[in-house]
């Protein structure tokens, strides 16, 4: 549960990668953050220590990776979408198999990097549109990532149901915590 920890703590940005283009992009983007613009924050990354296959990275992910999600495996007739974070992505791609081999149910994978950023950020667009009543009403990137998407919504993580949950107020299907 050390991912909600980190959350409490305002300027420590956390995020937890599968793949090592993931960690790459991250560590890119906090030393951007850190060195070149000074901003008075710091990363917190989990890392496991498995060895498996690294794929190249998708065309067009690094603002999903940095903002906290993207899809890794979309499917135009998709009923189903599957959210997995750090090496437990590699479940959620593999029961993925299983569903469209098995049971014949086409599912979509995103890669959630940060639940955390993707909280932080609903909660801003939240903010933002109380404080803004009269503008058009600004959508949390969670919910512009699934809102186009079918069927339930179904997360894993290597961390307590709690962590995955935090963003339950921005996902506009029905939403299971593994």
């Not at 909600?4 to 703590?9: C, D, F, P, R, V």
């Not at 990275?57 to 599957?82: F, K, S, W």
């Not at 909660?123 to 990137?141: F, G, K, T």
Request: proline share 4%; glycine share 6%; aromatic share 10%.
């Amino acid at each position: 549960h050390s991912h909600i920890l980190a959350s409490t703590i305002p300027n420590c940005v956390t995020y937890d990668p599968c793949y090592g283009y993931e960690m790459a992009v991250i560590i890119q983007q906090g030393l951007k953050e850190m060195l070149e613009e000074q901003r008075n924050r710091y990363y917190y990354i989990t890392a496991m220590n498995e060895n498996y296959v690294q794929p190249a990275m998708p065309t067009g992910v690094e603002e999903g990776i940095i903002r906290g999600m993207y899809c890794l495996h979309h499917h135009d007739n998709a009923q189903l979408q599957l959210l997995g974070s750090g090496t437990i992505l590699r479940e959620v791609e593999a029961a993925a198999a299983m569903l469209r081999e098995q049971f014949s149910i086409i599912a979509n994978v995103w890669s959630v990097t940060s639940f955390n950023e993707l909280r932080r950020d609903g909660h801003e667009m939240d903010r933002w549109n109380r404080l803004n009543p009269a503008s058009a009403p600004r959508e949390a990137y969670a919910y512009q990532c699934l809102k186009d998407t079918q069927g339930p919504v179904i997360a894993a993580t290597d961390y307590v149901k709690m962590y995955a949950d935090q963003i339950r107020a921005w996902v506009p299907l029905d939403y299971a915590v593994l």
